[in-house]
């Protein structure tokens, strides 16, 4: 229940999350609210059961790899932060956000973050290379039953050869960068959210 | 030690004394003007002064919560994120033509994933569906529990107010309103089982009516419901099919105050079985026996029976089947609008600030739902009735279904949903991802040589036209997206 949305979550956390995320005061509580709502198991985390209970994530072709990308390596429960440092990939990049500290890392939601969220969509085994197997995963995860094996094989074959620049018949995260251009995940990875 | 307690008889004589004398005053100045069908005007006075003391609890709110300079928890009824509404075919030919492929043939580009990466996440942040299985969120507080998220804000004064609230709604009107409501269904018990001995003809039909009528003003007064009708001339006649959306069981109370109808239903056991039994024998209602639910011929075959016969009352049924929080109206199956009669529209819409009157039956059962409305301040709620509709020449049952649908939307203020009600408690279909797969590979493969109807699956509603020599089929999916796809027509043929 929402009633517990303000309650639960401390002004210390509030900020460190959003120190980390750049989120806003107002867009963590809503946001928080939201994770509460999902969690129908009431212990503070998300399976992959509960995201699969959203029905525009479930009829989604991607929507696996997609709630895959919430969860940390080997686990199968998200808390409050893990979801937002993921969410945090897709808020809009603000050019003018200065940085006083010249030693923090770099903001979550910077290009090279956004590509490398997108990267690892593809890359299922973390080995940084997208394989002509993971390739084809992807592919037959978002056409269905529709285009042959044959077809999708030569597809598959022609963008890696497109990419592909040291041979090795894989695409690492530089040749990712360097075929897909980045602008449209800049201009695709953005969420206008309506508070500030 | 007699002389010890005698005081402390006294006072409880006193206090009984008291409370009883004011329960039974109040009990016939609600259950008199009932039975006569007359209504003084308390509720609406009590409705007023309510708002009142309502918008001064959210202003000492506001006012503490800017003392201690911190942010009020405020829900936004628009949504978290501005999300973009564009089809796949537009969103991937802009990435296309804003990408640097040479080729003009469409083939996969990597980027592709980032259309239906970007749809997931927002699906995630913000869905149509999920929240409407749950109660809406009040701009204001209502000093119920229940409702609050600024509990942190709660002055002194507000406290003491809200305790006065508590003690009044559960130490005065609850007992008062379980009373009522004893006597009430006791009432219609009672009285239709007896009115089941006299012979069928007009006086059992007049008797019945108005027991049924005096009942439910009964029960309707231990709610607290202040409902306000609209458009009564389009009140449903006999020989019709009254539907409505659907957010609580008491929709059927609220409905069956100002008229006359047959209620559609399983037949249950306990005590809603003994009414519903007992209903049955002065006015012809459909119960179904749990084994012929399933039936679907079974079903419409007894309520085509039903309509054909202009004596009896118009039907009630809710086509979605099951509740939903007054914010949307969701798919309406097609089994009522199947049976060719007048279908007469009802909408009906809750004013969520005095009791929020959705029943989230994965919560909450029946007791503890009646007993959560018996104890908030009021049920209050408009219903329009809307013009008669039938259905129209080459239209099928689901195109009716959805116009129905839209005008009670619009009417009530709710939004449109295609979704199914049914994803409340079960899995969505595998047709809808499979639609989404055939889309994206239409882009990717150029040439379909199949009509576009078979590519796409199950079209709702197709409408072609020209422009210029490219033809352009527009067609509402079974899901909440309208594609429109331009081919060039001597490509087609």
Known sequence: MGSRASTLLREEEIEEIKKETGFSHSQITRLYSRFTSLDKGENGTLSREDFQRIPELAINPLGDRIINAFFPEGEDQVNFRGFMRTLAHFRPIEDNEKNKDPIASEPLNSRSNKLLFAFRLYDLDRDDKISRDELLQVLRMMVGVNISDEQLGSIADRTIQEADQNGDNSISFNEFIKVGNFLIFCIFGNMNYYLT | MGWFLLPFDNLLCIVLGISFTVGFSSLLVIVVPAVLGVSIGIRRLYMKSLLKVFEWATVRMERGAKEKNQHLYKPYSNGIIAKELSSLEQEIQELRASGTTLSSEPEFEMADIMYFCRRGVESIVDDEVTKRFSAQELE?????????????????????????????????????????????????????????????????????????????????????????????????????????????????????????????????????????????????????????????????????????????????????????????????????????????????????????????????????????????????????????????????????????????????????????????????????????????????????????????????????????????????????????IAMNYSETM
């Open chain 2, 140 to 484: 204001s507080w209502n000093l119920l529990t229940r409702s609050n998220f600024n509990a942190r804000h709660i002055s002194l004064r507000l406290s003491v107010l809200w305790g006065l609230g508590l003690f009044i709604r559960y130490s005065f009107l609850l007992p008062l309103r379980v009373t009522l409501a004893a006597s009430g269904i006791g009432l219609l018990v009672v009285l239709t089982t007896i009115v089941g001995f006299i012979p069928s003809g007009w006086l059992r039909t007049y008797l019945s009516e108005k027991i049924h009528l005096m009942s439910y003003r009964i029960c309707v007064r231990s709610l607290t419901a202040i409902i306000t009708y609209h458009n009564s001339e389009n009140k449903p006649k006999n020989g019709g099919i009254c539907v409505a959306n659907h957010t609580t069981p008491i929709d059927v109370i609220i409905l069956a105050n100002d008229g006359c109808y047959s209620m559609v239903g399983q037949i249950h056991g306990g005590l809603i079985g003994v009414v519903q039994r007992a209903m049955v024998k002065s006015s012809p209602h459909i119960w179904f026996e749990r084994s012929e639910v399933k039936d679907r011929h079974l079903v419409a075959e007894r309520l085509s029976n039903h309509v054909a016969d202009k004596t009896k009352h118009p039907i009630l049924i809710f086509p979605e089947g099951t509740c939903i929080n007054n914010t949307s109206v969701m798919m309406f199956k097609k089994g009522s609008f199947e049976i060719g009669c007048t279908v007469y529209p009802v909408a009906i819409k809750y004013d969520p600030r005095f009791g929020d009157a959705f029943w989230n039956s994965s919560k909450f059962g029946m007791v503890n739902y009646l007993l959560r409305m018996m104890s908030s301040w009021a049920i209050v709620c408009s219903v329009w009735y809307l013009p008669p509709m039938s259905r129209e020449e080459g239209e099928d049952a689901v195109q009716f279904a959805n116009r129905v649908k839209a005008a009670i939307a619009t009417q009530g203020g709710l939004v449109d949903l295609l979704w199914d009600g049914g994803l409340k408690r079960g899995k969505v279909k595998n047709t809808f991802k499979e639609e989404q797969q055939k889309l994206y590979s239409k882009v990717l493969v150029i040439k379909c040589q199949r009509s576009p109807t078979h590519c796409l699956g199950e079209a709702l509603d197709q409408r072609i036209y020209w422009i210029g020599s490219l033809k352009v089929i527009s067609i509402t999916m079974n899901y909440s997206d309208t594609i429109s």
